[in-house]
DNA sequence: TCTAGTTTTCAACAGATGTTGAATATGTGC
DNA sequence: GCACATATTCAACATCTGTTGAAAACTAGA
């Protein structure tokens, strides 16, 4: 037999980074599965090692979860002031143009990783409010001094949740494959009525 | 010990329809966890039967959940009928104003277990794609005689099915208690100008 | 080279899961 | 009443789950 395919104990040279390779993979297989659904055998076949290297890096499933998927890849606050640096009657068509281009620069992964997860994990419908809705659209509502700040945050999220279960979650055609500046153009007028329109 | 709490074997009373008692928890249960969260047991157990009936009377976990779930309640054609019933520049009004109702009378029910659901199991996501919009959406598009209509049948969806994701399984205050009639009036003309609007 | 420390695989665990076959108790038709 | 059909529970199954303790293989320093 092919002795080269073995696996081989012990420490291996120093380049090899496991701890990096699993959380390569378990972005990959929580972005497929969800947190239920992706097994910790599954994650480290990807990565190429054994399953009880996750708990010995990252404790527990849990704790790869949340170093993999939970934590925000991005500032939310430089996030903001990006969103809000411009003409405030076109803030709309940034936020559609900012998150499209953010999502499918990684098809939109950590976004599906979340909504795969909504049933099992306990905290990320907690980082979804946070992160979605408090820290960036109420943040945006605020700060642009309008009226009724909470309800224009959720409706916006309506908007883009939306957006985001349809063109990277369940894949609807044409408008999974839609080029971004169209859908900037067709929701951008939406989310600017939402913010800084009338809303009745 | 008390015998009356004891479970008894053999047939029962004819009234007790524990097929009906099955679907029923089942619902409950798969709106709660979603397919994969749900088990056999908690769902008999919820119906005070043993796990075992789910076999005998459905085949299968898998076939609990289509004949709970994954059928649709209410005829589709019977829907989209009625939403085209009226003038044709209000018609974004009627769909917000009628899925809302539809989805509050069970608290939206059957499309959170649809969402809850759509890691784990097969044809969620094609039900989805196939009810809600091939079936309703795309129908309506073409009935009004709209040009781009898969695209515009997908943008409206993008909208319903963000607001059903907020009001119904992430709960975002104050959208997920806000009256119908008011978001109505806030998403309607979103919905109205996907439908009939310029798309630029 | 010898020793200590760390990485990795291995083997096994305890629990949960969907499913199945048999035993049992109840109805129903004669 | 008696025989048959069936609804129901029970017990067990094979499998999969996350996790753990220990053995083994490797590296690094003295």
Known sequence: MDQGTQKRRGRRAAGEDTKSALLAAAREVFVERGFDGATVRMIA????????MVNHWFGSKE????QAVLQVPID???????????PAD???YRIVRTFLTIWDATGGGQFVALIRSVTSHEGVAKVLRE???NTIFKQITT???????ELRATVCATQMVGLGM???VVHFEPLASTPVETLVGMIGPTMQRYLTGPLA
Not at 76 to 86: K, M
Not at 143 to 149: K, N, V
């Open 143 to 149: 700060e642009l001094g309008l009226d009724q700040s």
């Open 131 to 133: 992160v979605f809705l």
């Open 90 to 92: 076109e803030i709309g």
């Open 45 to 52: 076949s990807r990565a190429g090692v054994d399953a009880a």
């Open 166 to 168: 349809v063109r990277y």
């Open 76 to 86: 939310p606050n430089e996030l903001v002031r990006r969103l809000l640096d411009g």
């Open 63 to 66: 704790g790869l979860f949340a």
